[in-house]
Structures are given as structure tokens and as C-alpha cells.
């Protein structure tokens, strides 16, 4: 009877366990942070905040970025003979956010997935220098300080890959950029902050949900 005893409870003990890890196995993550290693090699922190919503397979994503960088910059100009080497550092700073809506082929969670992610964004450049700015045929632009308001919307698809609670995004797509200038120049450059047109773009995110 002891010994039948002791079985039964160890069997009991032994669902109890597998119960618990199911359910841990089962618990669904709802929030997601990621940041782009990428970004850093352009001066810019990318943080991205993720809220998933199961009962819709659709998530919503909130990106802040900041841009922060001087570099320096040059021009010659001269009279005659002479000519003469006019040295000036250039700081650009750029806050921007982001907003986008996902939509995942698959039902979540899982360890791949697919996914369509329409996006708008809004850009505040500044950028102070002392060299003026000249368009591409010669004339006068600004004198180095400028502030430019750039929105932009698109449309990007996406590939998610998940380990356990730690996940990553590839992502790769494009859409319409919109500078609202002090100037009417508008660059035919597409890295110009002045760029007006359809612009490509990717990314690699990092993260955890939690």
C-alpha cells in the first residue's frame, strides 16, 4: 500500500511539473525591444519598441533614432593665382520617429515568420557649419546652417527569427521621402537631406520580448 502510495504521488508530482512547463513553454511575450547594430556605423542610435497584439497577428512599432555627427569640410577659392583653403567642421544632428504597423503571415509565436510593415516617419535635421552651399550648378544654396523638417511614408516586408525569447528582423523595402525646406533646392543626391523622391532602405534588428 506504501509503495503504491508513493507511486501515485510521484506521478503526480511529475504532471504537476510537466503542467508548469508547458504553461512556461506556452507564455506568450507581448512587448519587444530591438535596436540596429547597423545604425551605429552612421552615428545614429536606433531604439524600436514593439507592442504584438495575438488576437490580430499584428504588431505596432514605435522607432526613435538619433543622429549625431561632425565631420570635417573644406572649400577653395581664390583670386588670380591665388587660391586659398577655407577649413570648417560641419555637426549634424537628426531626431526622428518612426511609426509602423506589422502584419505576420504566420500566427505568433513561432521561430519564423513573415511579415508586412506599412511605415510613416517624420525627420528635425540641423546642421550647423560655416561653409555656404552651393547647388550642383554653382549657385548659392544657404550658409551652412539649416534646419530641415523631412516626412516620409512606405511600406517595408520583413523576416523575423526567433530564439526563445530573443528575436531578429530583416527587413527591406522603400517609399516616398518629403524634405519641407527653408530653401526651394531640392538635391538629385538621394543620401542629400534635401533629396526629394522614392528612396530604397533596410535594416537588422536585435531584441528581446519581454
Same mark, same amino acid.
Given at each position: ?116 510593415? /506599412?511605415?510613416?516617419?517624420?525627420? @528635425? !535635421? +540641423?546642421?550647423?557649419?560655416?561653409? #555656404?552651399? $552651393? ?43 518629403? /524634405?519641407?525646406?527653408?530653401?526651394? @533646392? !531640392? +538635391?538629385?543626391?538621394?543620401?542629400? #537631406?534635401? $533629396? ?15
Amino acid at each position: 500500500m506504501k509503495k503504491n502510495s508513493a507511486i501515485f504521488t510521484l506521478l503526480i508530482f511529475l504532471c504537476a511539473i510537466n503542467a508548469h512547463a508547458q504553461s512556461s513553454e506556452s507564455k506568450t511575450y507581448n512587448n519587444l525591444f530591438q535596436f540596429s547594430p547597423f545604425h551605429f556605423f552612421a552615428s545614429t542610435f536606433y531604439l524600436s519598441y514593439e507592442r504584438a497584439f495575438p488576437e490580430l497577428n499584428s504588431a505596432l512599432r514605435i522607432s526613435p533614432f538619433i543622429t549625431v555627427k561632425q565631420k570635417s569640410s573644406g572649400y577653395y577659392y581664390g583670386y588670380g593665382e591665388t587660391f586659398y583653403y577655407d577649413y570648417s567642421p560641419v555637426r549634424k544632428e537628426v531626431y526622428a520617429l518612426e511609426v509602423a504597423y506589422k502584419w505576420f503571415t504566420f500566427e505568433n509565436p513561432r521561430k519564423f515568420n513573415i511579415f508586412l510593415s /506599412p511605415y510613416a516617419q517624420y525627420k @528635425y !535635421i +540641423s546642421r550647423q557649419g560655416n561653409a #555656404d552651399i $552651393y547647388n550642383e550648378i554653382g549657385e548659392f544654396v544657404s550658409d551652412g546652417n539649416t534646419i530641415n523638417n523631412v516626412i516620409g511614408f512606405g511600406i517595408d516586408s520583413g523576416l523575423r527569427f526567433a530564439f526563445g525569447r530573443f528575436v531578429m528582423d530583416f527587413t527591406l523595402g522603400g517609399g516616398m521621402r518629403l /524634405p519641407l525646406n527653408e530653401t526651394d @533646392y !531640392i +538635391s538629385s543626391d538621394m543620401f542629400s #537631406d534635401t $533629396y526629394r523622391g522614392v528612396v530604397p532602405r533596410g535594416n537588422f534588428l536585435l531584441g528581446m520580448t519581454f
